[in-house]
């Protein structure tokens, strides 16, 4: 009866393991599912979905600033017009008071996008619309390498652009899909200018592919870089056909894009594909079609 009672506790030691690594997977699997939410009550999702928070320090959740991103948040660099301020708060417009708007924000796209690709290779470049004081005039980039980001950073600390010091930072801001309002960019947002998620301003894509082929002109040295590889390669892969899949069903079921594309980042290439792709820009701009900007 002794020997029985003294391994009693051992016996019940072990059954208890397994329920104990059972209660800290489903509690790690919840936190994990629940971080950068709503119902996160530890972590900003404002700062972690767009790099910025409305409350700033004053938030009573966790800003969790990155050492090291592709990203960087050049805060208010844009100088939004009058013409673009009274657009972006839904007041009475015309087509000259939108050309001018547009006008000046392609020129500034082009201007600093060639100037950021000095530092490595772009992959993708936004400017928001939104007027709230944490967000107004705020720029993306986003690089292929994270090496070239800290790159950027370092060069651009200290600068000036348009007579203001440049704010740059690095942001958690990894998926601008997963950054932007679905509703301004597929109907109407009902909390216009001063919503907290980016509304994105429109680029046309001949303006894009245009900067993209000037990039690899004057830096032919990033056709030789592979945007990954291996294992890494093969989820981008992947990914990318998700996203092609999604983008699909969204246009059968009627929706539509404020900006004309699917607001996701370029499907990655090897370098070879880059090079056919710049090739066939090229081709389509010396015959006159493809709406290519010259």
Known sequence: ARAAG???PSHRGQAGEPRRSTHAGAMAEQLARIFGTEEDRVNCPFYFKIGACRNGDQCNRLHNRPTMSQTLLLSHMYPNTPESLALANDEPWDDDMYDRAQQHLEAFYVEVFLEL???GEIEDLVVVDNLCDHMIGNVYVKYYHE?????ALMKLTGRFYSGKLIQAEYTTVSD??????????????????YCNFMHIKHIPRAIKRRVVREMYDDH???LGQTRGAGKKEGKDRKKDRSRSRRGKEKKDK???DRDGDDGAPAARQTSEERRAMIASWNQEKDGGGGGVVA
């Open 6 to 8: 003294r391994a009693s």
């Open 117 to 119: 690709a000095n530092y």
């Open 147 to 151: 090496e070239d980001a800290e790159r």
């Open 176 to 193: 601008f899909r997963e950054a932007r309002c679905r509703a301004f960019h597929e109907t109407r947002c009902n909390r216009g200018a």
């Open 220 to 222: 032919p040295e990033y």
């Open 254 to 256: 009627g929706g539509r």
